[in-house]
């Protein structure tokens, strides 16, 4: 972070950085330097760093609850919604006042809640929430989302190519008040994330397993899916749409240390905040001074890695057939 914050048009050592963020704290006069420091480069370094923490936290959430290491935060449509919400606000903003009041990311924000909402509304089997009717609902809710929202960048052409690039995803426009937002959102997704780390290892039993150990399997699903869909809003809502975070670092993560939620969702965060710091480094000087979209840089990685992980599971999966196939 003291390397990516130093790193741009002029160069500032991770010393320098340091003596701006403790004049800054007492409060003291900055140089022109020193401001843009403060005010442009910390921010934008900080908020990548709580987005992909909490893309990364609630993609192990996600995997850990659906026991499926291919499970990723935006499965159940959220980031559809919030996209379809902040491409809403750019279009209309100057017709509706509302939507020009309340902004982009806040109405990505309630976009995303509501389809939350109508996800799991769809997904409901009486008290219970089955697994597979709420990843089909989220597929369903979030095409729809996604083909409203190719309809508004369409219809809206003056506007497109800035709603493109805010749906691709970036941190160009970062303030304080971003930063704000996400950590009053991953801090207490990470707190309670721990605190139910037990419960997420038993699930890993089955849900039947699970419940006859003692745990109120539908009571904690619940919990842990609207908590990770709603770092997932906050951080779609204030970066825009970046893929692939929530599937390969915790996948990564687990890899490394193994399967026990308390240690895979705190180093989860950690190596989230790592990875999108560093793309977001190098979004902005591939080929400065035109700034790729983190959400491009994203999925050149994860892309790659997601298709060598499926065919790895593939391979193992059609080599154990063979096995349970051979006579004893």
């Avoid at 701006?20 to 006069?29: C, N, Y």
């Avoid at 995803?169 to 605190?195: C, E, K, N, S, Y």
């Avoid at 709603?230 to 204030?238: D, F, G, I, K, Q």
């Avoid at 050149?300 to 065919?311: A, Y």
């Amino acid at each position: 972070m003291l390397v990516a914050v130093g790193v741009g048009s002029v160069e500032v050592s991770p010393g320098q950085v340091l003596a701006t963020l403790g004049k800054a704290v007492r409060g003291e006069r900055l140089s022109a330097l020193e401001t843009i420091v403060w005010q442009l480069r910390l921010p934008r370094v900080l908020l990548a760093a709580l987005v992909g923490a909490s893309l990364a936290l609630a993609g192990a959430v996600f995997q850990g609850v659906f026991r499926n290491p291919l499970a990723d935060p935006y499965l159940i449509g959220t980031a559809s919604g919030a996209g379809f919400g902040a491409t809403l606000a750019a279009a209309l903003a100057g017709s509706v006042p509302l939507l020009a009041r309340l902004g982009a990311p806040l109405t990505a924000f309630l976009v995303a809640l509501v389809t939350v909402l109508l996800v799991a509304a769809l997904a409901r089997d009486g008290d219970s929430l089955p697994t597979v009717r709420l990843i089909l609902a989220g597929v369903v809710v979030g095409s729809i989302f996604t083909a409203a929202t190719s309809f508004l960048l369409v219809a809206s052409r003056e506007q497109a190519a800035g709603m493109l690039a805010r749906l691709l995803g970036g941190f160009g426009f970062a303030g304080w008040r971003d930063v704000g937002v996400m950590l009053a959102f991953a801090l207490p997704t990470l707190l309670l994330a721990g605190a139910f780390a037990r419960a997420l290892d038993l699930l890993q039993l089955g849900e039947e397993g699970a419940a006859l150990l003692g745990l109120p399997v539908e009571g904690v699903k619940h919990l842990m899916l609207a908590v990770a869909t709603l770092v997932t809003a906050a951080a779609v809502s204030v970066a825009g749409i970046i893929g692939f975070v929530g599937l390969i670092v915790p996948h990564a993560v687990r890899l490394a240390v193994g399967p026990r939620h308390a240690r895979l969702l705190p180093l989860a965060a950690v190596w989230g905040a790592g990875f999108m710091v560093l793309a977001d480094l190098l979004a902005r000087t591939l080929i400065a001074p035109v700034e790729v979209p983190v959400g491009i840089v994203t999925a050149l990685v994860g892309g790659p890695f997601f298709l060598l992980l499926l065919k790895g599971r593939g391979g193992r999966a059609e080599r154990g057939q063979r096995a349970g196939s051979e006579p004893a």
